[in-house]
């Protein structure tokens, strides 16, 4: 299975040939048949004919990438194909394996790349090597059962980030709190980041989240900003419990947030 590729994910030969596109298909279809003969082939008549089977596969492959489409939605195919290139894993800002190999691919020397195991199709098209669900190892994987846990929290902060990376000069954040927005607005000033840096705004918010910073967080990194006492602060906010904070939460909380998040002056 190893040798075909998408055969170990039970997916179809063309809808792998469709995420990967004609041309890296007929690579990867050759550079596997090459595996092959290299490392498996004891000259059986069975070897013989499952060798002819991959030329064939490949050379298929390869006269299709040269057939005229019959209508136009060719262009659409290709944007579409690009997009899918591209991705992101769903967790945090890194590509998924399976984009970040086609980018080795694109942008290396193809001929270069050594087929290891990991290699052989067993790439994610969701998620990025650190986020996969399963270990190489065969066990589950603790960053993945996190992340999915704080999908929708990740969804939120970035969102609250690109609005107000769209929009700096007010507080644009819409998270439906004025502290909170301040907070956004503040931190982005701080910022060189672009709504087109898709992969810095999607890592920002996967540390929030794994940072535990929180939206009491936020509002304690603004007020602390105008200037209010760690008493002043507790005063305002709230504790889980619905009670005022005490000026030994707010500053056991204030100091347990990581670096890249508090506001400067
Ligand atoms: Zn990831």
Redesign the pocket.
Known sequence: MGFVPGAGREMRYSEVTRLLGFDIMVRVQRQLLRHFLKTRDKHTSRDKCFIATLESLADLIFFCMYKQPKNSTAAADINLNTQRRQG???????L?ELSSFIETLMTGKPNNIELTEEIKFELSHK?????RPQLMSGEWNPAYKQ?KRSLTQFNVELRRLSLQCALRAIPNAQSGDQLVDAYFFQYMLSQTLSPSDKAELRNLA?LMVDSKLSDNKKKMLVLQKFGFSQYEIGQKLLSRKQLPMTRQAVSKALSAIRKPFLLSG
């Open positions: 992101f894993c769903e967790f945090c800002g890194n998924t998620y990025c090597t650190e986020h992340a996967r």
